[in-house]
């Protein structure tokens, strides 16, 4: 039993350490509330920026996105950050919506007309090379 005991124990001891490694472990990695919120805070206010950037995007289209994270970055700073959250995941869904909008637009009239004329050009180019080879073709012929 002494010996058993002997062998048992050690083990014991590696495992009880090594959970409460993986403890302090977990505890360390794990954010707060306000880390949390302040993080999802912050992505969704890129978000904004990125598309404030575009030109197919409107002030008017961002506003809403930008009010509720207002109403966000506020509860936060109060503390309360189960609101905070619920007003983060309201300015990503109508960030995500304004997503939607610009990935099913049609294609603008602009981009229409420089395809159109990059394919035009890129007929013509064509042509003229089967030329260029034509009129090769005879200069060979031509000559002794």
């Given at each position: ?80 950050y189960l609101f905070a959250e619920r007003e983060t995941e309201l300015a ?30 890129q007929h013509r180019i064509a042509s003229l090379q089967e030329k260029i ?12």
């Amino acid at each position: 039993m002494v010996k058993l005991l002997s062998q048992v124990l050690p083990r014991l001891g590696v495992v009880i350490a090594l959970g409460m490694g993986l403890s302090a472990c977990a505890q360390m990695v794990t954010p707060t509330p306000q880390q949390s919120s302040s993080n999802a805070i912050a992505v969704q206010a890129a978000r904004v920026r990125i598309f404030a950037l575009s030109p197919q995007v409107t002030a008017q289209q961002l506003a809403p996105a930008q009010q509720a994270l207002a109403a966000a970055q506020a509860a936060q700073q109060r503390g309360d950050y189960l609101f905070a959250e619920r007003e983060t995941e309201l300015a990503r869904v109508h960030l995500d919506n304004i997503q939607l909008h610009l990935d099913q637009s049609p294609v603008s009239d602009e981009n229409q007309q420089l395809k159109s004329q990059i394919k035009d050009l890129q007929h013509r180019i064509a042509s003229l090379q089967e030329k260029i080879a034509a009129t090769r073709q005879q200069l060979q012929e031509s000559q002794p």
